[in-house]
């Protein structure tokens, strides 16, 4: 394959990840302004917002007062209006973003526990009959990329931070194929984060037929 021919192809998948992330943000500031978050019915939801909320609100309030301002002391029209369009267009994208985190929670479903990060589909869908444990532990990740592989050599480890913090993990008896970066993986443990993260390992231990942790342990 030639280099133009390459580049061409990079750039339409390019292309195409910034529309679908366009379209990811306005359904996430729809769905945030309706108050319609996407949970299937008979499945409960188990939110994660609450380490970036304050941070997005505010980052989304700074945009609306920038927009308004830039409104009132810009004197050309033309370049008002351009200022006026783009500023839109950046309170949408961080409304969006913020709601996205709210409209997208977690589930606990039949079918297991499903892992996700401000986005519809799933990072994991956890089979119940694959957990063999579950800890509470909060860790902090250098990295800020939504789904990323952990770098412990002695365990394959999915990891789905929120704001660079996971708060909770769940082993598994054998390797969970999951797809990061393109290429698919096996991983014997999920970690992801969680408000409330002793409530949904209280769930994710009933719905595995997990016993309790002994009063005073750790779980």
């Known amino acids: 394959m030639s280099g133009a ?14 529309l679908v992330t366009e379209w990811r943000m306005y359904c996430g500031a729809v769905r945030l302004l309706t108050r319609r978050a996407q949970v299937p019915d008979g499945a409960g939801s188990v939110a994660y917002s609450g380490t970036v909320a304050l941070a997005m609100w505010a980052f989304t309030a700074v945009s609306a007062v920038e927009l308004v301002a830039l409104h009132l002391i810009i004197p050309w029209e033309g370049v008002r209006l351009a200022a006026d369009a783009l500023g839109i267009w950046g309170v949408l994208w961080c409304l969006g973003m913020t709601g996205c985190h709210y409209v ?15 986005e519809r589909s799933a990072a994991a869908v956890v089979p119940w009959d694959l957990v063999v444990g579950v800890g509470v532990r909060e860790r902090s990740h250098e990295s800020g990329r939504r789904v990323q592989l952990g770098d412990d050599p002695a365990r394959a480890e999915l990891i789905v931070p ?4 996971t708060t909770l993990h769940v082993d598994l008896r054998t390797p969970l194929d999951v797809v990061v970066g393109g290429a698919r993986q096996g991983v014997t443990r999920v970690v992801l984060a969680a408000d409330e993260p002793r409530v949904l390992a209280a769930l994710v ?15």
């Open 104 to 118: 997208y929670p977690h589930l606990v479903t039949d079918a297991g526990l499903v892992v996700r990060n401000a």
């Open 162 to 165: 929120v704001g660079k913090v």
């Open 205 to 219: 231990r009933e719905r595995a037929g997990l016993s309790s942790p002994r009063p005073g342990r750790r779980p």
């Open 5 to 18: 021919r390459r580049l061409l192809l990079r750039a339409r998948t390019l292309a195409r990840l910034a």
